[in-house]
């Protein structure tokens, strides 16, 4: 059952948008402008945190008319990302269309040959670093890392981390957590975050580690236990939660949330959408939300931004060949 | 009580001239847009999104809901009218609803489907009233293994079915499952069965697609061969004396309305479920415990009445898993979880402590997009019956436009297009032949369900099979399940024995 927004919809969706926005200005006026929807293309299913996010810019964008035309959100989260990766290859120069990432970005094409270069899209904005910590259910009565690795050793293949799909970022952690800690799980993956947050609750699976918007709800109504966060710096957020490196381990890992374009976008579009994300950046709700859900805002764009993907891709292509090589 | 006191304040909000006013929008824009075959609730939902900000969080979130009600009715209508699935959760509707078009009792299915609408959807809003803290544990405990079973379970009910062919059931089952894997491996991220390096591949197949080319196109081709020269023009008015005939007749069948519920709401609540699975599995249901199951599939009301309540319940029941522990059982309320998150609430365990005024006035809601939506859907049935009043070579070409609409909106891939052409063609040969085409789509719905969940089951267990039997909740299902596969027997054999016995009856 793969929805996808139709044209039909893009135009329904664009009139009612026009209602909403003809009244407000927008503060971009100046230069280009898009002439038609934006497509936002999401590389992941409905639902999922990659999606949430992207339909939140979406929001604000059409909330604070940081757009003249509207946003369209348009899932395609086939194969880790590999269908948006093609989609966006196939949009060459074209100036409406963004895409919103994650960290599949760099490992969708290294692990499976689709014939993209992702050095080859345009960089727009990177808009924050979504944290990683390690969870338990608040029955499992572990309540440290410590314990944790005990009881992991304790039951061996037994005991059971559930993630994202294989290759993809849960899976990543998980595999710097085993051989950190000399550790063997049974990795299972899951279709998205949410699933992963709910198989935990539910006692189906040992541990996971969750980005904080996942399991925000069941942490506050105490089914959840947060042991380790894998930032750089405690979260504001979980202040009595610790990171690994203040415990000795060296696992810093983090999920960057941007926007990049298809190659050869006109340099105008470019900077409109810059322009577009910045002051997206700014806004309240980003703030409160960046806040309340333990993202790191790490806004950054152009030159650095691209250095930044390939500085990351580098490390990926590492952490990948490691986990290969290991099983 | 507690509940009902909660309850009462949340009528107060829905029943405001605002609210009230919203829900009847919604309810009449969510019909047409169920009625569109390719436009379902979800984009339904989607375009009147970002209308949203415009009223309060909870008049959205009851505009949202009484749209997604609204196309629940509205699929139907082209279900049964065109036998063109209206939205993927009515195309068990079409097994029987089309049929009884046919024979001229479209205004009959009409109502039959928008009454057992009515009975599902206000069943369901009750069992969610009452139940829905316990009821958030119960989704809770379904994992990968439960998940399994369920869906085994789903397909045994079709096996097991009376009237057809128990070996051509099994192959059809067989040839949809092939079908699902086609695409990217959920779990792996690698290719399967794209042909080459077909992209259209890439995302699988999309059971609309498959459902748009065996049914629409193929009914059409089989139609043309059936009418020959002299098209025929199928009798379909509606009075009121029929109108209280087909509800006296829905009266005789609430067995059937009652378990649909039940099973919708339920099958709903699972997260990653949803209203399809519901509506084909309470269509297998009912064939399998009906006294005459091979009236099924040739206009039996009660394969309209099973697949409707079904699916609306599973409406009311998806959004359970939404509302408690903040996941979606289907696509649109993964849009209306989006929703949420944009009007800065949280969904969760603590939804129903922290913001009661929402949750509360969403549920009193339902209640009430139930009353419009049955009320306007039988309002509006002359209008939709006279619409069949077309002679077949008008309405042939408009269906044939239709089925190709339908299908490309979705994708907007002219892949989609050709797969229907070739589906079609392909169903109405094997319509031709007597296979039974149900269980292929039905194969095609739950196959990747099924996949994903017997693999994440065997990587945690290790390998061990005989998980699916020491869970007390799925090994139960397993059992229902086995049970389901003989019961055919066992019936074939008490007939055997009873004429036996008395052959003078």
Known sequence: MAYTFTRRVAMGLAASAALVATTATTALAEGWKPQKPVEMVIMAGQGGGADRLARLFQSIIQKESLSNMPILPVNKGGGSGAEALRYLKDKEGDAHTIMATLNSYYTTPLRTDIGVNIEEFTPIARMAEDTFILWVNADAGISNLDEYVAAVKASGKDWKMGGTGTGQEDSLVTAMLEKEFGLEMTYVPFKGGGDVAKNLIGNHINSTVNNPSEQMGFYKAGKSIPLVAFTPERLAAFPDVPTARELGHDIVYAMQRSFVAPKDMPAEAVAYYTAMFKKLSETEEWQTYTSEKALMPAYLTGDDLQAYFMTERDKHQAILSAMEGNS | ?505
């Open chain 2, 1 to 505: 009580m507690d509940v009902l006191a909660l309850l009462a304040e949340g009528f107060a909000t829905s029943l405001s001239p605002l609210n009230l006013m919203v829900v009847i929008l919604g309810v009449t824009a969510g019909l047409f847009i169920g009625a569109m075959p390719g436009l379902g609730s979800v984009n339904g939902v989607a375009i009147v999104l970002p209308l949203t900000f415009i009223v309060p969080p909870s008049s959205a979130i009851i505009l949202l809901a009484a749209i997604y009600y609204g196309a629940m009715y509205g699929g139907a209508v082209s279900s049964i009218l065109l036998g063109i699935p209206g939205a993927s959760t009515a195309v068990a509707t079409t097994f029987d609803g089309r049929p009884m078009a046919q024979q001229g009792k479209a205004g009959l299915a009409l109502i039959a489907a928008a009454v057992a609408s009515f009975v599902g959807g206000t069943i369901s809003v009750i069992l969610f009233t009452l139940f829905a803290a316990p009821l958030a544990d119960v989704a809770l405990a379904f994992g990968p293994a439960e998940e399994f079973a369920l869906v085994l379970m789903a397909f045994t009910t079709f096996v097991g079915l009376g009237g057809d062919d128990k070996l051509k059931t099994i192959i059809m089952i067989c040839l949809g499952l092939v079908l699902s894997t086609v695409g990217l491996d959920l779990i792996s991220g690698q290719p399967r069965l794209i042909f080459g390096d077909m992209p259209g591949f890439y995302s699988g197949i999309s059971f609309l697609v498959l459902a748009i080319g065996v049914y629409g196109v193929g009914e059409v081709l089989y139609t043309i061969e059936t009418s020959k020269s002299s098209p025929q023009v199928t009798p379909a008015k509606i009075t009121f004396g029929e109108l209280a005939l087909g509800i006296k007749a829905m009266g005789r069948i609430w067995k059937t309305m009652s378990f649909g519920s039940f099973m919708g709401f339920f099958v709903g609540m699972l997260p990653a479920a949803g209203a399809t699975p519901a509506s084909l599995m309470a269509y297998g249901v009912a064939k399998q415990t009906s006294k005459h199951p091979e009236t099924f599939g040739k206009g039996n009301i009660e394969g309209v009445a099973a697949p409707e309540t079904a699916n609306n319940a599973a409406s009311t029941g998806s959004l359970l898993p939404m509302l408690t522990l903040g996941i979606p059982g289907s696509p649109t309320t993964a849009l209306l979880l989006g929703g949420m998150v944009m009007w800065g609430l949280v969904p969760g365990p603590m939804l129903f402590i922290e913001q009661p005024d929402f949750v509360w006035g969403l549920i009193s809601s339902l209640y009430t997009a139930n009353f419009a939506a049955v009320l306007i859907n039988i309002a509006l049935i002359p209008l939709f019956v006279w619409a069949l009043r077309m002679p077949f070579t008008v309405l042939c070409s408009i269906v044939l436009v239709l089925c190709i609409v339908g299908g490309f909106a979705p994708s907007q891939k002219m892949h989609d297009v050709w797969l229907i052409a070739g589906f079609g063609v392909a169903g109405y040969l094997l319509r031709k032949a007597d296979y039974p085409l149900a269980p292929l789509v039905l194969a095609l719905v739950l196959g990747p369900l099924m996949e994903k969940s017997f693999r994440q089951t065997l990587i945690a267990e290790q390998g061990n099979v005989f998980a699916f039997v020491e869970r007390p909740l799925s090994g139960t299902f397993i059992a229902i399940a086995a049970l389901f596969f003989v019961l055919p027997f066992i019936k074939y054999l008490r007939k055997g024995t009873r004429s036996g016995i008395a052959p003078a009856e």
